[in-house]
Each structure stands twice: as C-alpha cells, then as structure tokens.
C-alpha cells in the first residue's frame, strides 16, 4: 500500500480469500460427509489457514530482502502506536457483535421469532456493510498519499485532496442508498422486506465511520492513537446502553 501498488495488493486479498472460500467447502464437507463431525470446524481452518499461510510467506519474503534488526527506539514507537488500535479493532468487534446478542436476549416473543429478526436485522447489516467495504478500500490507498504529503508538510494538498475525496465517497453512498432498497425487493423474500428500513442506517454508520477516518488517520500521524482507542470504547459504551434501553421497546429498530 505504501508503495502504492495496488495489483500486488488485490492480488495477494484475492488468493487469501478464493482460497478461503475453497477450502472451507472441501472441508465443510469432509468433516461432516466423511468424518462425521461438525461442519464449523471446517469453516473456522479454511478461513485462517490460507492467512496463515500467506502471512509466513510474506515474512519469509521480508526477512529474504532486509535482515532483521532490533532497535528500541522503532520498538517503543511500534508499541505506542499499534497496542491502542489493537484494543481499538476489539472493541470494533464487540461493537459488531452485541447488536445480535442483545436483540436476541432483550426482545420479547418466542425462538422462531427472534431468529427472524436476527435474520433480518443481519441482512440489513450486511448490505450497510458493502459501504464499509469500499470505505476499507479507499482509506488503504488514502493513507499513503496522505502520509506523504504529510510528511513533506503538503497541508495544501491534503486540503484539496481530502475535500474531493469526501465529495466522491458522499456521492458513492448517496447513491448506493438509492438502489439498495430496490435490490433487497428483488433477491429478499417478502416476509423480510421491512428490514429495508434499517439498510439508511446501517449505510449512515459505515458513512460515519469514513468521516470519522479523517481525524483517526492524523491521530496515526501523531502516533496519538489513545484517543482512538478511547473513541471506540466510548461507542460501545454507549451501544449496549442504548441497545438495553430501546430494543425492548423497539426492536430491532431500537
């Protein structure tokens, strides 16, 4: 990415995640076909045996290139940077996860039902998330571009960059927005069409979380990432609450 070749990059994601898919069905298979055992385990080793695989090859293609070095001074400044947005991307985890277990505690009614509005409430998120996707994307190559021109004290060019690239992501959402509701009519069975509802809000968040990007990316300039830290876990915070206070009495609207 800092190099700034992206076909080595879609490359590399590519194989990690056919292979992935793959490998998952033949072992998904397997495991329940000929050894008679459950099925997940094969989904769990066909997910993180391709990543490990590819991560010790690309280590071993470090290591081949550039010798080892130690150095405390790169060490400490590793640690102060990337331990907060490893608690970060936890509690980006756990925010992504207490939506379905607390809609599937709180909520009043019996297993079938609640299972059809996890269902829902999942298919929502999921759709919501195609916007995250191409947020991941575009902040990979952003970031490179910005690190440069921040680095030479480019403040002009960031400026000018920064304004096009939110005009072009708002745009890219915008209308994302406007189709979405349209292609959940055709592939979603019509017990489930309500739940396009819940898609503007689920866009409206992963929108969100690229114009809070912005401010994490110069906080990574800063090696200040505490402060995304604290974000993150104020969020959640304030998720379980509001989750514990409106699911009840709203749903999965709530």
Known sequence: IYKKKAGSSALISG????SGTILSFVLI??????WNYDGYWGRIIG?????IIVGIGLLIFIFTRAKPNF????????LIVSVPMIFHRLGQIFLARTDIIMINTLMSGDEGYKKTQVAIYSYAVSMGSVVGVIFNAFNNTWVAFLF?????GNFDRIRKRSKNYLRLFSALTFGFLMISSEVIRWFVPS???YGVYLIPLMVLSSYFMFVYSFFVNIEICHAKT???MIGTFCAAAINVLLNYLFIKR???FG
Do not use: Q
Not at 73 to 78: A, G, H, S, T
């Open 15 to 18: 194989i990690v995640s056919l």
């Open 71 to 78: 150095d405390k001074r790169f060490l400490k400044v590793c």
């Open 226 to 228: 505490l402060y995304t």
């Open 148 to 152: 440069d021109d921040y680095k030479t």
């Open 29 to 34: 298979f397997i495991f329940k076909n000929v």
């Open 47 to 51: 997910v993180f045996a391709p990543n």
């Open 191 to 193: 017990d489930y069409h």
């Open 250 to 252: 709203f749903g999965i």
